[in-house]
Nanobody, 119 residues
């Protein structure tokens, strides 16, 4: 079973950048498509970005396309989310997880990492 640990969140001003990391335990990380998901207070968890197991196909929510970049390094069992031009509405707890072919999450959730965009 793959265990996931998110890191890299923090407090940033609007327009700033953060890079999130998702470290996976186990040697089977590279057989899964993966996704970043977020949950803001009072809202449902939503897909932010997804990436196929080989990293050749990516998918983004309309709200982040052009600002966020998802990537993965299978040799390091790690996935990343580079977030630029952050907005207050990006404030949420960010989680990583395995993704189904339609980018829905499956498997256990980690603790997530808090991202707060505020001046």
């Amino acid at each position: 079973q793959v265990q996931l640990v998110e890191s890299g969140g923090g407090l940033v001003q609007p327009g700033g950048s953060l890079r999130l990391s998702c470290a996976a335990s186990g040697s089977i990380f590279n057989i899964y498509a993966m996704g970043w998901y977020r949950q803001a207070p009072g809202k449902q968890r939503e897909l932010v970005a997804g990436i196929t197991r080989g990293g050749d196909i990516t998918n983004y929510a309309d709200s982040v396309r052009g600002r966020f970049t998802i990537s993965r390094d299978n040799a390091k069992n790690t996935m990343y989310l580079q977030m630029n031009s952050l907005k207050p509405e990006d404030t949420a707890v960010y989680y990583c997880n395995k993704a189904t072919p339609n980018w829905g999450p499956f498997g256990s959730w980690g603790q997530g990492t808090q991202v707060t965009v505020s001046s």
